[in-house]
């Protein structure tokens, strides 16, 4: 039987937080301007997957070295050595990546042209134990900016897109607070699904033409689970949580389309796109071109320490030599070579959103 606190444990931690060639942004940059020249807006909620700067800087790991090594080469509050989820996609639009909605300034619209970043790492659709906005109070602040500064007009937003990412941060916050009791899965789940509908309803109505919603990854491969088994198997138990999750998940938005007549939602399924990635065969990394897939590439010297953690001038982490032949950065968070992956499995539903 597989340690069930060990996989709580593993949840706990969200809320703290092929041959792929080398990720040249340039290339696929000239690429993506090309083929849609920057017409969209990117409106983005959610949590660390797509977070790329909105915590403070003295309250998050992902403001520390050796976060932002490879991208842009010191911490930029992304959770990753560089670049993220929500940096590819805007790629893929043709956009900038948008800014963190803390960093958007007074200057106007000029911030604010390709859209903003509401994404707080930690954070889940309830309240979870970071304190930083949950995603209501996220979309809050883009009614704000929709309907009180009048910052967008009706025909920009009518090719607006939103990228809405869901982790486990919620599942983490039930799971602490019942005593780690897991009888009751199935009925948060619902919960969070249902209100991530309401969520989405409301970010539609402020006038997003199409909104990406992500679905769960599998928790059971993340290097938190894998470690015990010397990063080698990923955690049936805890995929299995991932995978009803997705199911209730791909329910609703089945739903919600067939209300709205269109399909505005669109599921990016990032689970089967880090399974994809990973070359995960029946529970066993197979011929993945990442070095050792489910090991991370910055890590604590021992439990109590996590990747960026100091004290004084002595480094408390270890980190790999080649971070571009690691799919996972630290033990939640893939690296920059690792969303490229994921990135290029999802590029079939992205064409869904445009």
């Known amino acids: 039987m597989e340690n069930k606190a060990c996989f709580i444990w593993c949840l706990c931690l969200f809320t703290y937080m092929t041959i792929f060639p080398a990720v040249d942004m340039f290339d696929l940059k000239v690429d993506t301007v090309k083929r849609h020249n920057g017409k969209h807006k990117l409106f983005v909620f959610g949590d ?20 932002g090594l490879t991208y842009p080469g010191s911490p930029s509050g992304r959770f990753s050595d560089g670049l993220v989820l929500t940096d590819f996609i805007a790629s893929f639009l043709g956009i900038r990546s948008p800014l963190p909605y803390t960093k958007k300034g007074s200057d106007g619209k000029s911030s604010v042209k390709d859209g903003v970043n509401f994404a707080y790492g930690g954070t889940g659709v309830f309240n979870t134990f970071v304190n930083q906005p949950n995603m209501t109070t996220q979309i809050n602040y883009f009614q704000q900016l929709i309907q009180e500064e009048e910052v967008y007009t009706k025909k920009e937003m009518s090719s607006s897109i939103a990228l809405v990412s869901v982790a486990g941060n919620d599942y983490a916050t039930f799971l602490t607070k019942n005593g780690n009791n897991m009888d009751d899965l199935g009925d948060i789940t619902k919960s969070i699904i249902s209100q991530l509908e309401l969520n ?46 997705n199911e209730i998940l791909h329910q609703t938005i089945e739903k919600l389309n067939n209300q709205t007549g269109k399909p505005v939602f669109v599921i990016l399924d990032i689970y089967n796109a880090f399974i994809s990635a990973l070359d ?32 004084g001038m002595r480094k408390n982490y270890v980190l790999c030599r080649n971070p571009e032949l690691s799919f996972f950065w630290d ?17 079939p539903s992205l064409r869904s959103l445009l």
């Open 48 to 67: 660390s997957y797509v977070d790329t700067g909105n915590w403070p800087t003295s309250m998050s790991s992902s403001w520390k070295e050796p976060y």
């Open 331 to 347: 033990v939640i968070h893939p690296s920059q070579q690792g969303w490229f992956a994921v990135f290029s499995a999802l590029k």
């Open 200 to 245: 989405l309803r409301r970010i539609h109505g402020l006038g997003v033409s199409k909104i990406g919603i992500t679905a769960m990854e599998p928790i059971g491969c993340l290097p938190r689970m894998t470690a015990a088994s010397s990063y080698e198997n990923c955690s049936d138990s805890a995929n299995s949580l991932s995978i009803f999750h």
């Open 280 to 311: 995960i065969q029946q529970n066993h990394p197979g011929n993945s071109n990442f070095e050792k897939p489910l090991k991370p590439c910055c890590s604590g010297t021992s439990s109590e320490y996590s990747c960026g953690d100091k004290k």
